[in-house]
């Protein structure tokens, strides 16, 4: 399934979708946008859990300026509007996203990256804002992804000097949940996404949807919007097996 720029493979409730510009390292094109938003926008029925991941050495080194170069201030906005969009489907569609990544995690491949909700990173990871450094702003939600992670104060660092940072100093500072040897991130994402496809589906929805909106609200809304959460989830069929199934000391068998 996909095209040549964005290959997928579906396995039960689980989809890896590959990006193959291995020339380019993988960068984000127009074309390889379209591809992500339209499988954000109608992925398969039964897919519960996608893995993203690269080829060649590389997730994703970021957008291509041999495209942007060319674009009016006009045509920016709207692109950069578009690239919001599309990262909003990946962490707010409903689907939860895993990320193997090594090589570049570059510009908007980390705000691709930051997008998703697990983050898996090889020794040869390397994760970078380098716009600054080509006399650009960033486009793709890193101020409001990456800004979160980092904070205010050390991303407009990494921005001004082009600062990298690699697997293990992005495990510190949150970009990656997991740093594994050479040629394991694809591995551990399959068993970590094999594991989340077994949760309640509502419950997996309700983490996604909720935890990061409530960190934008007060304190006194995000206690009210947990509730909320914790409510419904607690009434459905699903919970009942779970809380049965810790009583009988057995797995859960959601819908």
Same mark, same amino acid.
């Given at each position: 399934?996909?095209?040549?720029?964005? %290959?997928?493979? #579906?396995?039960?409730?689980?989809? #890896?979708?590959?990006?193959?510009?291995?020339?380019?390292?993988?960068?984000?094109?127009?074309?390889?946008?379209?591809?992500?938003?339209?499988?954000?926008?109608?992925?398969?029925?039964?897919?519960?859990?996608?893995?993203?991941?690269?080829? %060649?050495?590389?997730?994703?080194?970021?957008?291509?300026?041999?495209?942007?170069?060319?674009?009016?201030?006009?045509?920016?906005?709207?692109?950069?509007?578009?690239?919001?969009?599309?990262?909003?489907?990946?962490?707010?569609?409903?689907?939860?996203?895993?990320?193997?990544?090594?090589?570049?995690?570059?510009? +908007? +491949?980390?705000?691709?990256?930051?997008?998703?909700?697990?983050?898996?990173?090889?020794?040869? #990871?390397?994760?970078?804002?380098?716009?600054?450094?080509? +006399?650009?702003?960033?486009? +793709?939600?890193? #101020?409001?992804?990456?800004?979160?992670?980092?904070?205010?104060?050390?991303?407009?660092?990494?921005?001004?000097?082009?600062?990298?940072?690699?697997?293990?100093?992005?495990?510190?500072?949150?970009?990656?949940?997991?740093?594994?040897?050479?040629?394991?991130?694809?591995?551990?994402?399959?068993?970590?996404?094999? %594991?989340?496809?077994?949760?309640?589906?509502?419950?997996?929805?309700?983490?996604?949807?909720?935890?990061?909106?409530?960190?934008?609200?007060?304190?006194?809304?995000?206690?009210?919007?947990?509730?909320?959460? $914790?409510?419904?989830?607690?009434?459905?069929?699903?919970?009942?097996?779970?809380?049965? $199934?810790?009583?009988?000391?057995?797995?859960?068998?959601?819908?």
């Amino acid at each position: 399934m996909g095209n040549e720029m964005l %290959k997928i493979d #579906t396995d039960g409730p689980i989809a #890896t979708l590959t990006m193959n510009r291995p020339d380019k390292r993988n960068a984000m094109c127009e074309a390889l946008l379209v591809a992500l938003d339209a499988f954000f926008s109608a992925p398969p029925k039964d897919v519960r859990v996608v893995i993203l991941t690269g080829i %060649k050495g590389h997730y994703c080194s970021g957008l291509d300026l041999s495209e942007h170069v060319h674009r009016s201030a006009e045509d920016n906005l709207y692109h950069s509007r578009h690239w919001h969009a599309v990262m909003e489907k990946i962490q707010f569609g409903g689907l939860t996203v895993v990320s193997a990544m090594f090589g570049a995690v570059i510009g +908007g +491949g980390l705000e691709l990256a930051t997008a998703t909700h697990v983050r898996i990173a090889e020794p040869s #990871t390397i994760f970078q804002l380098p716009e600054g450094r080509r +006399g650009i702003f960033v486009g +793709g939600g890193a #101020t409001a992804r990456v800004g979160r992670l980092l904070g205010a104060d050390r991303m407009t660092e990494m921005m001004l000097t082009g600062r990298k940072y690699n697997a293990a100093e992005g495990l510190d500072l949150g970009l990656a949940h997991y740093a594994v040897e050479d040629g394991a991130a694809l591995a551990l994402a399959q068993k970590l996404a094999g %594991k989340i496809a077994r949760n309640a589906p509502l419950s997996n929805y309700l983490m996604i949807q909720s935890i990061a909106r409530i960190n934008d609200m007060s304190q006194a809304d995000g206690l009210f919007t947990e509730s909320l959460a $914790a409510a419904l989830s607690q009434s459905t069929p699903d919970a009942e097996e779970g809380l049965r $199934a810790f009583l009988e000391k057995r797995a859960p068998k959601f819908r």
